[in-house]
């Protein structure tokens, strides 16, 4: 941290360590915004395509809710990962490595919104979804953060879940069950993340290593999770159109799923021939941005379908 | 601890923020009620 090339000072850093550096916008990174919105998207998603109907002002507390434990597992984690986030250049300008944010605050920040996301849930939604949103918090941070990152290469296959669960827990505030169909939302996020992650790995293999995550490519190496990431794409195609065969998805999903899954498959073919040089890491890139589209699409055209069918029955 | 006029315009704007989020918290759950109970908010023994 002698340079700017993190983005600040060694001296920004030194005179920020003082307690109650940070400003609001510190607090509000400490919840990952990015990450939350994905989260929100897919729960709403979970939330529309539920049989039933929940009263508008209930859906919107859900999302908060939903939202805000969220937030509360990205606070969670940048303080126990405040070491490693430290190391690696893609997390080193968060608020606690950089020093605006002590790791105490980020601690009690995560504990408060966590805790309050969970009752504030449970009162005004049911307890199902509120204990969905305990266990997403409760994994991502012990069986994730704290068991898996540091230990195994299948960190992010097993730690996937917590990022699967996010639509069952929308579902769950409609229902107030686990069901089939919510399930299948699962898997589909819970097969697409492997490969989303380990694309990333292959061109940030250096960053992980330095840090000592054993990632896929650090410890098995990148041919290895090449062969890794065409596997799930071949099974994720299919579970993306699982929708289809129990009614969730329509004709407008079943052509969307089919083209994305074939393109997702076709991309991660692309990873596993081009193996050497700039080709390789370019392959590797094009893969994790278009898996963000991927799921985005995907859950959007279930959103679509599902809120024109309403409609279409609204208006007969 | 003495606190610099930054920290303290920092913490003055944090508290601000939590004070909102409170604020927002309890008409959320202001309004939750009013859904829930709708009309029979008015129904209660005098």
């Known amino acids: 941290m002698s340079d700017t090339s993190l983005g600040f000072t060694r001296s920004e850093y030194e005179s920020s360590l003082a307690y109650g550096s940070g400003d609001v ?3 509000f990174a400490l919840m990952k915004p990015r990450v939350m919105s994905l989260v929100v998207f897919t729960a709403l998603v979970g939330l529309v395509v539920a049989p039933g109907t929940l009263h508008p ?8 809710c939903i939202a805000v434990g969220a937030g509360a597992s990205g606070a969670l984690n940048m303080w126990y990962d405040a070491d490693i986030d430290a190391i690696m250049q ?14 105490d605050e980020a601690l009690t920040f995560g504990t408060v919104l966590a805790a309050g996301s969970v009752i504030t849930m449970g009162m005004l939604v049911n307890w199902v979804s509120a204990a969905l949103l305990a266990l997403t918090i409760g994994f991502y941070l012990f069986i994730y953060t704290m068991w898996l990152k540091r230990r195994t290469p299948q960190n992010i296959v097993i730690g996937g879940a917590a990022g699967a669960l996010p639509p069952m827990i929308g579902w769950a505030a409609v229902t107030g069950t686990v069901s089939l169909e919510s399930i299948v939302l699962f898997l589909i996020i819970f097969i697409w993340t492997p490969p989303h992650f380990w694309a990333l790995a292959l061109y940030r293999t250096r960053d992980y290593e330095r840090a000592g995550i054993p990632m896929l490519p650090v410890t098995a190496g ?7 990431i065409l596997i799930y794409s071949l099974l994720l195609a299919p579970t993306g159109l699982a929708p289809v065969f129990i009614g969730m998805g329509g004709i407008l999903y079943a052509v969307l799923a ?42 959007a055209v279930l959103l679509v379908e599902h809120v024109l ?8 | 601890m003495q606190l610099s006029e ?5 913490r003055r704007s944090r508290s601000i923020a939590i004070a909102w989020a409170l604020a927002a918290m309890a008409a959320l759950f202001f309004v939750v009620t009013m859904v829930r109970l709708g009309a029979n908010v008015m129904n209660r023994p005098f």
Do not use: N
């Open chain 1, 222 to 228: 990148p041919d290895t999770t090449r062969s890794h």
């Open chain 1, 258 to 299: 089919t083209v994305l899954g074939v393109a997702f498959v076709a991309l991660a073919l692309r990873v596993y021939t081009r193996r050497k040089g700039r080709e390789a890491e370019k392959a590797a890139k094009k893969l994790f941005g278009f898996s963000i589209l991927y799921l985005l699409l995907l859950f």
């Open chain 1, 25 to 27: 916008g510190d607090f």
């Open chain 1, 57 to 64: 002002v209930i859906a919107i507390a859900a999302l908060i």
């Open chain 1, 90 to 103: 893609r997390t080193a300008a968060r608020p606690v490595p950089r020093g605006r944010v002590s790791a």
């Open chain 1, 309 to 316: 069918d309403g409609l279409t029955v609204t208006g007969a």
């Open chain 2, 6 to 10: 930054a920290q303290k315009k920092r």
